[in-house]
């Protein structure tokens, strides 16, 4: 039986992945690290007899420096996180994908796509990833479809620093045409979604409360 593979997000958005899949009386096989020393490639191979046809790959960060404050170390490490840890790991399970039809999803932020101050590592990284998904998508067609998910803000640990300073948080809020932040049970819903549907493929698909594409109504 063919197994889904969750990579990273242990506490957020990885552990509702596995809590929906799982009520669906799937296998799942969910990693991350325990420690900021691990190295989650070698995790994932310790796997890859497994039966893999669905990936999840959860892994990111926020990192928000200025312009000046930004290294080319942090850059270098994020664009680590956000692409390279997913492209070897999906080469681990590239067989298995091919083998069962499968599915990729990764995860981006509107940063790629909308200017934030202080986004520019993440803003650059993302970008990687909306442009790798489209490659990708081209190479496994028409046995795997691969996809992105484009996200707004969400609570999870990795923006715990921004929701425990309450004027981020309410600077972060008042940016939202829908008035709260992104909830990871709906961004699990739709990546399950997307996991199962041949008709999507090479998308980056948004959730966001509109912020990308809706200017909020001021009040009067």
């Given at each position: 039986m063919s197994k889904s593979l969750i990579v990273g997000s242990s506490e957020g958005l990885g552990s509702h992945l596995k809590k929906k899949i799982e009520s669906t009386n799937q296998d799942v096989i969910h990693i991350f690290r325990e420690n900021k020393s691990d190295n989650i490639i070698e995790i994932a191979k310790n796997?890859?007899?497994?039966?893999?046809?669905?990936?999840?790959?959860?892994?990111?960060?926020?990192?928000?420096?200025?312009?000046?404050?930004?290294?080319?170390?942090?850059?270098?490490?994020?664009?680590?996180?956000?692409l390279v840890i997913p492209?070897?790991?999906?080469?681990?399970?590239?067989?298995?994908l091919i083998e069962t039809e499968g599915s990729i999803i990764l995860f981006s932020s509107i940063a790629a796509t909308k200017g934030l101050s202080f986004h520019s590592s993440i803003s650059a990284s993302k970008s990687a990833v909306e442009g790798y998904i489209r490659s990708l998508s081209a190479e496994l067609a028409p046995k795997v479809n691969a996809n992105v998910i484009?996200?707004?803000?969400?609570?999870?640990?990795m923006s715990k620093f921004i929701f425990q300073n309450e004027r981020s948080k309410k600077i972060?809020?008042?940016?939202q045409p829908m008035g709260k932040f992104i909830e990871p049970?709906?961004?699990?819903?739709?990546?399950?979604?997307?996991?199962?549907?041949?008709?999507?493929?090479?998308?980056?698909?948004t959730i966001d409360?509109?912020?990308?594409?809706?200017?909020?109504?001021t009040k009067i």
């Open positions: 796997y890859k007899s497994e039966n893999i046809s669905k990936i999840f790959c959860c892994l990111g960060n926020i990192n928000l420096k200025s312009i000046l404050s930004t290294s080319g170390e942090d850059m270098v490490n994020d664009f680590n996180s956000n492209h070897e790991i999906i080469k681990i399970f590239y067989r298995s484009r996200l707004a803000l969400m609570e999870s640990p972060s809020l008042d940016m049970s709906d961004v699990a819903d739709m990546a399950l979604a997307l996991s199962t549907n041949k008709s999507v493929n090479g998308q980056i698909i409360g509109g912020m990308t594409t809706i200017t909020k109504k």
